[in-house]
């Protein structure tokens, strides 16, 4: 644009869409990606990498102390400036790169044993250090890495790496998105994105970016167009326009309940992560809650035992509803969920391992707590209580002997409770083929993880996504199977996974009967669209798995 | 209060009084004194030990040691009395003194 810089020709960059949307604006990259791919010096060279880091993230501590005038802010700085002065800090570091691990490997490494036992601290001083400690890692490791302080304007289009979750939910992502490097459809920074309607795409090539300013990021064909020219700025434009009319006619669709071009109603719920995303959402937008993922509510032992607490959660969240029906699901840790203390490590195949209700059933005053907390809810509206994983009708009829005790202490107590319903979630390919031996009050098919299992293919690897087609026939017809046996015997079934998200699936499950769907906040008004343009197959269930197949 | 008995040759007591105990700030001055003498420095709260590295930041936080604790100050090197003596006289200041009156 200026007359004075050489302009920068336009770069397309292909991604997996992980989050759909259009986003434009200035490019911030967060983790150069030297940080992975860069050639690894010898243990040498990155010792000597990491000792200029340390050097100059002391040095930038030192002129920010010196601009400040703050005495508790030049304390914090002072503090930072001691510890990575001292070799007890840094000295696992460069032990771990004598090991072969690169500068930042070692720096991030050594720090992460660091911080965790400050988290872990009973101390509240020392568990605020915590916040210091990660601070120091991350300024070092921008050092490393020669990427600039992480500020990120609102807005912003950021490439990084990967994200962690927590570092998403800090950026403020107005009108932004983001590119990952690295990253999978189905990680929780891919979930989180989709539940905020940030648009993300994943698996993304690299190129060098230095030199680029500005960029539009395409996550509904996967694309990250840097430096855009002319005609990419006004294809942008023309499409943001349609899109904008699209969300308007979501946004109509959204204050209406979902009803399909054939006149049958469809209920539409909505999964929730930690209860917090509600207080934007408009409890008329929704026929109630579909899914509650409690892991993400208790994530340390505390709050796995704290009766209190959880009870407080699950009571605002059965408020909110107001009387439509909530499922909560109950501790659904392991996998890709660690909880410190209470999930088993080292697993060779976590999700093949104890998980879900295998790991409740290991911890069963663990579980008795959170039924206590449930059945206490239950008090406030109606409650459905989901299990996690189950494999074999035992487990369930285990989960309800302990649900029917927590009742009866909690009456003999004369605390107020109810007794929730009890189902499980379908999601082991084994539950969906033997599905009429179960004797639950409802099903919710978590379809995710039906797929990772029916097609054998890791929800993390980008790779096969291809052969994860949810569309694909295995599962649509598990899905029917389910869908079949509940409407004969009038059992509610409803679909929580990214399936009912997702507008190109929508048609699928309304065709093998189901009439219920749980979906992503973001997703309310795009599916009830979906709902109202779908007319009822004429030949049944089959009708679209066969064109599939 | 008669805090800096002798415990031996290089090991002496102080009453710690600080409100924040050994806390970040007093914690970096403590071992910015340490740091300059060429003697191997340790701090602990009981005079048979376990000792901890009085020039390191981390360590000595890791003490957490709170307000009204006796610290003792051992030392091994050629100017062994002479850090010892300034880090006593540093406790005993309540951090105000970071003098050259340990040299």
Same mark, same amino acid.
């Not at chain 1, 929730?272 to 408009?282: H, M, Q, R, T, Y």
């Not at chain 1, 189950?390 to 004369?414: C, F, I, K, M, Q």
């Not at chain 1, 096969?464 to 009038?490: C, F, Y």
């Given at each position: 644009?200026?007359?004075?810089?050489?302009?920068?020709?336009?770069? @397309?960059?292909?991604?997996?869409?992980?989050?759909?949307? $259009?986003?434009?604006?200035?490019?911030?990259?967060?983790?150069?990606?030297?940080?992975?791919?860069?050639?690894?010096?010898?243990?040498? =060279?990155?010792?000597?990498?990491?000792?200029?880091?340390?050097? +100059?993230?002391?040095?930038?501590?030192?002129?920010?102390?010196? @601009?400040?005038?703050?005495?508790?802010?030049?304390?914090?700085?002072?503090?930072?400036?001691?510890?990575?002065?001292?070799?007890?800090?840094?000295?696992?570091?460069?032990?771990?790169?004598? @090991? !072969?691990?690169?500068?930042?490997?070692?720096?991030?490494?050594?720090?992460?044993?660091?911080?965790?036992?400050?988290?872990?601290?009973?101390? &509240?001083?020392?568990?605020?250090?915590?916040?210091?400690?990660?601070?120091?890692?991350?300024?070092?490791?921008?050092?490393?890495?020669?990427?600039?302080?992480?500020?990120?304007?609102?807005?912003?289009?950021?490439?990084?790496?990967?994200?962690?979750?927590?570092?998403?939910?800090?950026?403020?992502?107005?009108?932004? !998105?983001?590119?990952?490097?690295?990253?999978?459809?189905?990680?929780?920074?891919?979930?989180?994105?989709?539940?905020?309607?940030?648009?993300?795409?994943?698996?993304?090539?690299?190129?060098?970016?230095?030199?680029?300013?500005?960029?539009?990021?395409?996550?509904?064909?996967?694309?990250?167009?840097?430096?855009?020219?002319?005609?990419?700025?006004?294809?942008?434009?023309?499409?943001?326009?349609?899109?904008? &009319?699209?969300?308007?006619?979501?946004? @109509?669709? $959204?204050?209406?309940?979902?009803?399909?071009?054939? !006149?049958?109603?469809? =209920?539409? &719920?909505?999964?929730?992560?930690?209860?917090?995303?509600?207080?934007?959402?408009?409890?008329?937008?929704?026929?109630?809650?579909?899914?509650?993922?409690?892991?993400?509510?208790?994530? *340390?032992?505390?709050?796995?035992? +704290?009766?209190?607490?959880?009870?407080?959660?699950?009571?605002?969240?059965?408020?909110?509803?107001?009387?439509?029906?909530?499922?909560?699901?109950?501790?659904?840790?392991?996998?890709?969920?660690?909880?410190?203390?209470? *999930?088993?490590?080292?697993?060779?195949?976590?999700?093949?391992?104890?998980?879900?209700?295998?790991?409740?059933?290991?911890?069963?005053?663990?579980?008795?707590?959170?039924?206590?907390? /449930?059945?206490?809810?239950?008090?406030?509206?109606?409650?459905?209580?989901?299990?996690?994983?189950?494999?074999?009708?035992?487990? /369930?009829?285990?989960?309800?002997?302990?649900?029917?005790?927590?009742?009866?202490?909690?009456?003999?107590?004369?605390?107020?409770?109810?007794?929730?319903?009890?189902?499980?979630?379908?999601?082991?390919?084994?539950?969906?083929?033997?599905?009429?031996?179960?004797?639950?009050?409802?099903?919710?098919?978590?379809?995710?993880?039906?797929?990772?299992?029916?097609?054998?293919?890791?929800?993390?690897?980008?790779?096969?996504?291809?052969?994860?087609?949810? /569309?694909?026939?295995?599962?649509?017809?598990?899905?029917?199977?389910?869908?079949?046996?509940?409407?004969?015997?009038?059992?509610?079934?409803?679909?929580?996974?990214?399936?009912?998200?997702?507008?190109?699936?929508?048609?699928?499950?309304?065709?093998?009967?189901?009439?219920? $769907?749980?979906?992503?906040?973001?997703?309310? !008004?795009?599916?009830?669209?979906?709902?109202?343009?779908?007319?009822?197959?004429?030949?049944?269930?089959?009708?679209?798995?066969?064109?599939?197949? | 209060?008669?805090?800096?008995?002798?415990?031996?040759?290089?090991?002496?007591? #102080?009453?710690?009084?600080?409100?924040?105990?050994?806390?970040?700030?007093?914690?970096?001055?403590?071992?910015?004194?340490?740091?300059?003498?060429?003697?191997? #420095?340790?701090?602990?709260?009981?005079?048979?030990?376990?000792?901890?590295?009085?020039?390191?930041?981390?360590?000595?936080?890791?003490?957490?040691?709170?307000?009204?604790?006796?610290?003792?100050?051992?030392?091994?090197?050629?100017?062994?009395?002479?850090?010892?003596?300034?880090?006593?006289?540093?406790?005993?200041?309540?951090?105000?003194?970071?003098?050259?009156?340990?040299?």
């Amino acid at each position: 644009m200026t007359g004075s810089s050489r302009k920068t020709a336009t770069l @397309r960059l292909n991604g997996t869409p992980v989050s759909a949307g $259009l986003a434009r604006g200035a490019l911030v990259v967060l983790e150069e990606r030297a940080h992975t791919r860069r050639d690894r010096g010898s243990p040498q =060279q990155e010792a000597a990498l990491l000792e200029r880091a340390l050097n +100059d993230a002391r040095n930038d501590l030192a002129d920010l102390m010196a @601009r400040t005038e703050d005495a508790d802010a030049e304390a914090i700085l002072a503090f930072q400036v001691a510890m990575l002065e001292d070799e007890v800090v840094t000295a696992p570091a460069f032990s771990a790169i004598e @090991r !072969g691990a690169s500068a930042e490997e070692g720096w991030r490494q050594s720090m992460e044993i660091q911080i965790k036992e400050y988290h872990e601290a009973e101390d &509240l001083y020392f568990r605020a250090r915590a916040a210091d400690m990660r601070d120091m890692r991350d300024r070092v490791l921008r050092r490393v890495t020669g990427t600039a302080a992480a500020a990120v304007p609102a807005g912003s289009i950021i490439v990084a790496t990967d994200l962690p979750p927590s570092r998403f939910l800090e950026i403020d992502w107005d009108g932004g !998105g983001a590119a990952l490097l690295e990253g999978s459809p189905n990680s929780h920074v891919s979930m989180l994105a989709r539940a905020r309607g940030v648009p993300m795409i994943v698996g993304m090539e690299s190129a060098p970016l230095d030199g680029h300013g500005e960029a539009i990021l395409d996550a509904e064909n996967g694309m990250l167009v840097l430096s855009p020219d002319r005609a990419a700025t006004v294809e942008f434009t023309t499409r943001q326009q349609a899109a904008e &009319l699209a969300r308007a006619e979501e946004a @109509r669709h $959204l204050a209406l309940p979902a009803v399909t071009a054939s !006149g049958e109603r469809v =209920q539409v &719920l909505m999964n929730v992560a930690d209860g917090s995303e509600l207080e934007k959402i408009d409890p008329q937008h929704c026929d109630g809650i579909g899914l509650v993922r409690t892991e993400l509510l208790l994530r *340390t032992q505390d709050d796995l035992a +704290d009766e209190e607490k959880q009870y407080n959660t699950y009571r605002r969240i059965m408020e909110w509803a107001g009387g439509k029906p909530v499922t909560i699901r109950t501790l659904d840790a392991g996998g890709d969920k660690p909880i410190p203390g209470y *999930t088993v490590d080292g697993e060779a195949n976590p999700f093949l391992g104890v998980r879900g209700v295998r790991l409740s059933l290991l911890h069963p005053e663990v579980l008795t707590t959170q039924l206590r907390a /449930l059945a206490r809810a239950a008090a406030h509206g109606p409650l459905k209580v989901m299990v996690p994983m189950v494999t074999g009708p035992r487990e /369930l009829d285990h989960v309800r002997s302990l649900l029917e005790a927590t009742v009866s202490n909690l009456r003999h107590a004369r605390i107020p409770c109810a007794m929730p319903a009890l189902g499980i979630m379908v999601e082991v390919p084994a539950v969906a083929v033997t599905i009429d031996l179960f004797d639950a009050e409802f099903y919710s098919i978590g379809s995710n993880d039906l797929i990772q299992y029916v097609t054998a293919c890791s929800r993390d690897s980008g790779r096969l996504s291809a052969l994860q087609d949810p /569309l694909q026939p295995a599962v649509l017809r598990l899905i029917h199977k389910v869908v079949d046996h509940a409407t004969k015997h009038g059992i509610d079934v409803s679909l929580c996974g990214d399936m009912a998200s997702d507008v190109r699936c929508v048609p699928a499950l309304l065709d093998v009967g189901l009439r219920c $769907l749980s979906v992503a906040p973001a997703a309310l !008004g795009r599916v009830k669209g979906s709902i109202a343009r779908y007319k009822t197959a004429v030949t049944g269930g089959q009708a679209r798995e066969t064109r599939s197949a | 209060m008669n805090e800096d008995e002798a415990l031996s040759r290089e090991a002496r007591s #102080v009453w710690l009084a600080h409100p924040e105990g050994l806390h970040a700030r007093p914690a970096i001055q403590l071992t910015k004194l340490a740091k300059q003498f060429q003697a191997h #420095v340790w701090v602990g709260v009981s005079e048979d030990g376990p000792w901890t590295n009085a020039k390191s930041i981390a360590r000595v936080l890791a003490m957490k040691t709170p307000t009204q604790t006796k610290l003792y100050f051992t030392a091994e090197g050629d100017d062994a009395p002479n850090a010892v003596d300034a880090l006593v006289q540093l406790v005993r200041s309540d951090f105000k003194s970071v003098s050259d009156d340990g040299k």
